[in-house]
């Protein structure tokens, strides 16, 4: 006699997070005009600046965990809208450095109080933004975070299967 399924595993339960996350995320900044990956450049592009830094594209898509081509897409339709400065880095002619520019951290600003205004709703369950229990997980996810994904293995086409 089956027990039936165990129940979901934990990837399916933070693919399911960051798909609700992502989904409240992104209708909360749409009335000042972004979308949540354009929110997740231009938030971090905005804490990099306080403290000092003027971030290549490459360095923005390390820090977001965003692949270098996407950041490159959504940098440029954030310097078509004018929230961002794009610049060759005068010490390396290939990299591209981005900058918010006066309307860019306005809008940035308006956005991240939204953002912290609706993290502190979906952390509710937990006991808001500043709880315990809510220090604890965020430790949990950062562990998992921290840990480098390990290189593809090669497919054998006749078996369908990883070659070791």
């Known amino acids: 006699m089956s027990k039936g399924s165990p129940g979901p595993t934990p990837g399916f339960l933070v693919w399911r997070l ?8 992104d209708r909360a ?9 354009q929110y997740s450049l231009v938030a971090s592009l905005h804490g990099m600046q306080r403290a000092g830094e003027r971030p290549s594209q490459r360095q923005l898509a390390d820090h977001t965990g965003l692949e270098a081509l996407y ?6 339709a954030l310097e078509s809208a004018g929230l961002v400065e794009r610049t060759r880095d005068p010490r390396d002619p290939r990299a591209v450095q981005l900058a918010l520019t006066d309307q860019g951290q306005t809008v940035t600003r308006q956005a991240i109080a939204v953002v912290q205004e ?6 509710e369950p937990l006991g808001g933004l500043d709880a315990p229990r809510t220090g604890v997980f965020t430790e949990e996810l950062t562990t998992l ?9 090669p497919i054998n086409k006749s078996t369908q299967e990883p070659t070791p």
């Open 145 to 153: 975070l921290d840990v480098p994904l390990a290189p593809s293995l």
């Open 118 to 123: 609706l993290h502190q709703q979906l952390l």
């Open 71 to 76: 950041v490159s897409k959504l940098a440029r």
């Open 29 to 37: 900044v749409a009335p000042v005009g972004l979308t949540h990956a």
């Open 18 to 25: 960051a798909n609700k996350w992502r989904v409240a995320v």
